[in-house]
């Protein structure tokens, strides 16, 4: 019993905060793509969550609201590549900077959620800026209740 407590506590003291930073202005995202009216995919938006509901939000004008309950899966993954061609631009000036350049690698990290709002089903994708990544896929977790996936170690069959 005193374990599950202390479960329970450290995962409210992870969520909370979460859940209150969002709501308060939101997470800056870029929508990659989806079922969203009028959004283009690399539009900046904010994501905003509480207890009942997902919000999108582009401009202060609100573009969608998903009720928690509704959401059906949340799904996570990164997308790794090499900087080349920042590295080329570099090596016109410096070419020893250039090839250092060419050795590092970049990360994306992206989000996914599908919903199914009383037969209203949709999906979209975004990505986060790193520093907020797992501050989103916790607040997502804890006011949907859904595990997130990782999207990486998924199997497709063809």
């Known amino acids: 019993m005193r374990k599950l407590q202390k479960v329970v506590a450290i995962f409210l003291s992870l969520v909370v905060p979460a859940?209150?930073?969002?709501?308060e202005d939101g997470y800056g995202i870029k929508y990659?793509?989806?079922s969203l009216p009028d959004l283009k995919a690399g539009t900046g938006v904010k994501l905003h969550f509480d207890t009942t509901a997902i919000t999108i939000v582009k401009?202060?004008?609100?573009?969608?609201?998903?009720?928690?309950?509704?959401?059906t899966e949340i799904s996570y993954g990164q997308d790794v590549h090499r900087r080349v061609g920042t590295a080329i631009g570099l090596a016109v000036v410096s070419l020893g900077v250039g090839a250092l350049m060419a050795l590092s690698k970049?990360?994306?990290h992206f989000i996914g959620l599908t919903w199914?709002?009383?037969?209203?089903k949709g999906g979209f994708a975004f990505q986060a800026d790193?520093?907020?990544?797992r501050g989103i896929l916790a607040g997502l977790e804890g006011v949907t209740g859904k595990k997130a996936v990782d999207s990486d170690t998924m199997k497709v069959k063809n």
């Open 32 to 34: 990659d793509g989806g």
């Open 116 to 120: 199914d709002d009383n037969g209203k």
């Open 19 to 23: 859940v209150l930073m969002a709501s």
């Open 106 to 108: 970049s990360k994306k």
């Open 130 to 133: 790193k520093k907020d990544y």
């Open 59 to 71: 401009n202060k004008k609100e573009i969608s609201t998903i009720p928690d309950a509704a959401v």
